[in-house]
């Protein structure tokens, strides 16, 4: 089991940048990557960045070069750096861990809300 809790999420005017932030905890050592994903009202949840152990990094075309998917040395943690933010970057943002048996556990997510 692997456990998610997040932070970071808030409200932005356009153009600005928040800094998403997710730890993980138990069974830390089965991680193989770890990620980003969102849900907007009446859409489905979607990819918005990932990033495996191994440094291998997979964006939303509709974020390359705005966010950025960062590790922590120990592994555990996923940060989201996001710049020149949109409003319809707007959602609820899940962390997402993957296991190496294929497993995805999630956090409870954190709204970000981009509005003048």
């Known amino acids: 089991q692997v456990q998610l809790v997040e932070s970071g999420g808030g409200l932005v005017q356009p153009g600005g940048s928040l800094r998403l932030s997710c730890a993980a905890s138990g069974s830390i050592f089965s991680i193989a990557a770890m990620g980003w994903y969102r849900q907007a009202p009446g859409k489905e949840r979607e990819l918005v960045a990932t990033?495996?152990?191994?440094?291998?990094?997979n964006y939303a075309d509709s974020v390359k070069g705005r966010f950025t998917i960062s590790r922590g040395d120990a592994k555990n943690t996923v940060y989201l750096q996001m710049k020149s933010l949109k409003p319809e970057d707007t959602a609820v943002y899940y962390c997402n861990t993957r296991t190496i048996l294929s497993r995805d556990y999630w956090g409870q997510g954190t709204q970000v809300t981009v509005s003048s």
């Open positions: 990033k495996t152990n191994s440094g291998r990094t």
